[in-house]
């Protein structure tokens, strides 16, 4: 009898594990589906150059998987029936399954604060940052932004309007300090950054307040804000808190050391969408650094299922981020595995060359499935069902 993999999601751990999956296992036994919402693979770590007006690469996820054993689904997912062993889609329909991974990703949390008028945007999806140029595009010089969250997605989006639009009156807020989770080196080279491309920065400052011309402090200020880019973290997919999945406070599909669903052991989940531990318990975050590993993790996973082998076990460390500021400019932070920083930092343009390789590597893996090099991710032997 064919075993059914169905994958949720094609972004980089929904992708990777599809095509680890269509690598690992002959297509005699099994039959492999991928379902997305949107028919283009979408460079998420790269949206906040989008926003700025570059051009991405566009990779139909069709021609991504012509090569492979993989069925590509183009529809919206909008349900999970894990009970069932099936999913819904928007179009019309279910699709049942043997084995699912779910890799729905995440999006921008709003604001949880009053916002009068449309002058909030993100860069966490496509949709989004195409939203975020157009109203860029549409400002006159001297207009302000003011960009909320000093993460690693809020660092690399106000350098990157900073920089390519070194007119406008761009300035940062965040309610920590600027690089709290940096080491020292790689926080001074963060704000010596900033202050070299003009952005006004207000640490230890929260919104309290969005008014159509304004951003309100929770301390009574008011700052110019014509366009307000929101970036304080990622919400998961909703489907799964909606599900009979046991999911973690915030959403995400708790999963074992095989990236199995505590509640459903047909079910894996991976990327954005998986609430796992990772070195020393800690829970991973939401990052590509997390999910790409574990999304071979996850196909190693099936292929021991459907195989009746033992999957391997992947190292859960970080060992460093890469952060880029502007097209010029980078940190790269090394980590210790639990994430944490160390003193050890590279600047300047050798980290922008650097980050420019993560997300080209990144991108060609996903894009490129059936190429094999020898890692273990990518190269043991087919297995036959
Ligand atoms: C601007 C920016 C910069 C970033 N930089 C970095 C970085 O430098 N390093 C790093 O590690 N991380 C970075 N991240 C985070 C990283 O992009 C995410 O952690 C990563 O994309 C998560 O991968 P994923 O496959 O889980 O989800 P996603 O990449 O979000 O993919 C989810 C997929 O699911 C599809 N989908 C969603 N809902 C449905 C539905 N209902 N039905 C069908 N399909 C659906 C989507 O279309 C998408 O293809 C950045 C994020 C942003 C926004």
Redesign the pocket.
């Known amino acids: 009898m064919t075993h059914r993999i169905l994958i ?7 992708a990777l594990a599809a095509g680890a999956l269509a690598r690992r296992l002959h297509p005699s036994g099994v039959e492999i589906t991928l ?4 028919p283009h693979f ?1 460079e ?2 790269r ?2 150059q989008l926003a700025v007006g570059q051009t991405l690469a566009q990779r139909p996820l069709r021609d991504m998987f012509a090569k492979t054993d993989v069925n590509v689904v183009i529809d ?2 909008t349900s999970l029936e894990v009970d069932a062993h099936q999913v819904t889609l928007e179009a019309g329909g279910a699709l049942g399954y043997d084995s699912l991974i779910i ?4 999006t921008q949390a709003p604001p949880a604060l009053e916002v009068e008028g449309d002058t909030v945007r993100s ?2 999806s496509h949709s989004e940052a195409l939203r975020l140029r157009d109203s860029l595009s549409a400002l006159d010089p001297g207009r302000s932004v003011v960009v909320v969250g000093a993460g ?2 809020g660092l ?2 106000v350098t990157e309007i900073a920089e390519s639009r070194p007119d406008l009156d761009v300035s940062l807020l965040t309610g920590d300090a600027i690089g709290a989770n940096l080491s020292a080196k790689g926080a001074r080279h963060v704000r010596a950054v900033l202050s070299r491309l003009g952005v006004t920065v207000h640490e230890r400052t929260r919104a309290g307040r969005i008014t159509p011309d304004a951003l309100m402090t929770e301390d009574g200020r008011s700052l110019p804000a014509d366009l307000v880019v929101w970036t304080t973290g990622f919400v998961t ?1 909703p ?1 799964a808190a909606a599900s009979s999945l046991a999911t973690s406070e915030d959403g995400r599909i708790v999963v074992d050391r095989t990236m199995r669903s505590v509640s459903h052991p047909a079910v894996r989940a ?4 998986a609430w796992a531990l990772g070195h020393g318990e800690k829970p991973l975050r ?4 997390s ?1 790409n590993a574990l999304a071979w993790q996850a196909a190693e996973g099936v292929v021991a299922d459907v195989s009746g082998g033992r999957a391997p076990s992947v190292p859960r460390a970080y060992v460093a981020q ?2 880029s500021l502007g097209r010029r400019d980078g940190l790269l932070q090394i980590v210790r595995p639990d994430d944490t920083p160390r003193e050890l930092v590279l600047t300047g343009r050798l980290a922008a060359r650097n980050k420019e390789f993560v997300c080209k590597g990144a991108a060609f893996g996903v894009a490129n499935p059936t190429f094999r090099i020898p890692v273990p991710s990518r190269g043991p032997a087919r297995v036959t069902v």
């Open positions: 949720l999601g094609a972004g980089y751990a929904g379902v997305n919402a949107v979408v998420r770590i949206l906040h919206r997912v890799s729905l990703g995440s860069v966490a690693l997605t690399e989006a997919n489907l991976v990327g954005d969408a939401m990052c590509c650094a999910g890469c952060i």
